[in-house]
């Protein structure tokens, strides 16, 4: 190998170094960012004050904004900003609550286009939960049929868990099939632990306990 030969060699080795690292980098920030939106939206959604969860929604929307517009490629801040925007209408209700859940949709059927699997295919348990709690025709978009679409989607995704399986068990109990509901709802207990996301976990294994109370009614 002659020097000349020797120089582009090293050169081009150097370049694909770098871009490597460029992309490592890119991947760990986005990670990060992720992370910080689900740190965030599990404080404001299980531990914050009734008082102060507006301030702590209105906050944490405008994080969720600026990652999308950081990061306009991707589908995880797509995703965490329509998740943050329904769990806002949701706690907060108002005139608003409305607006907010279309918002969402948007936001989610962005992010299928971009990458349908991304975080375990929550976009498509997002869009189910959306479907079966949002109001119907004139008012809303809710349809039960699309939900169980959405929601069976991600199951197909993500089999194992804990909210692919809690909301399709919501799902179910909100449309009266009690017996199946209790069925998902002991699955989505038995959830391998998030170790990022022990607060949320918690949270979740909560609501499922709540849910299960109601099952043993019927």
Do not use: C
């Amino acid at each position: 190998m002659n020097i000349k030969t020797m120089i582009n060699y090293i050169f081009s080795l150097a370049l694909v170094v770098a871009l490597l690292t460029s992309h490592s980098v890119f991947a760990n920030a986005l990670d990060e960012t992720i992370h910080s939106l689900q740190k965030e939206w599990a404080i404001a959604n299980y531990k914050t004050s009734e008082s102060e969860l507006e301030k702590a929604f209105e906050k944490l929307t405008i994080k969720a904004q600026d990652a999308v517009v950081a990061y306009p490629d991707n589908a995880e801040p797509l995703i965490w900003n329509a998740i943050i925007v329904s769990s806002d209408a949701g706690k907060n209700g108002g005139f608003g609550a409305l607006g907010k859940v279309k918002e969402a949709r948007v936001l989610l059927l962005k992010a299928e286009k971009i990458n349908s699997r991304a975080l375990h295919g929550s976009v498509y348990t997002s869009l189910g939960s959306l479907y079966y709690q949002v109001p119907g025709w004139p008012l809303g978009y809710g349809d039960n049929d699309q939900a169980e679409i959405y929601l069976k989607k991600a199951l197909s995704i993500n089999p194992d868990g804990i909210d692919a399986n809690y909301f399709y068990g919501d799902f179910l109990l909100e449309n009266g099939n009690y017996q199946e509901a209790k069925t998902y709802m002991n699955k989505a207990l038995k959830a391998p632990s998030r170790q990022t996301r022990p607060l949320a976990d918690a949270g979740r294994r909560s609501e499922i306990n709540a849910k299960l109370k109601i099952i043993e009614r019927y």
